[in-house]
């Protein structure tokens, strides 16, 4: 279901406009695995 302003006017009003951080079981499938874990990058957290 779209807002009104996203059906009528073609103005967007979610929060994720630019994008998002693909989550995948490596670093070529995605940037973070199933428990927020960046790949690459031992201990950050997305």
Do not use: Q, W
């Not at 807002?3 to 009528?8: D, G, K, M, S």
């Not at 490596?26 to 874990?37: I, Q, R």
């Amino acid at each position: 279901m779209n807002a009104t302003t996203e059906v009528l006017f073609n103005m967007s009003s979610t929060a994720h406009i630019l994008g998002g951080c693909p989550m995948g079981e490596t670093n070529e499938t995605g940037v973070v695995n199933d428990k927020f874990e960046v790949h690459g990058y031992p201990n950050m957290r997305a």
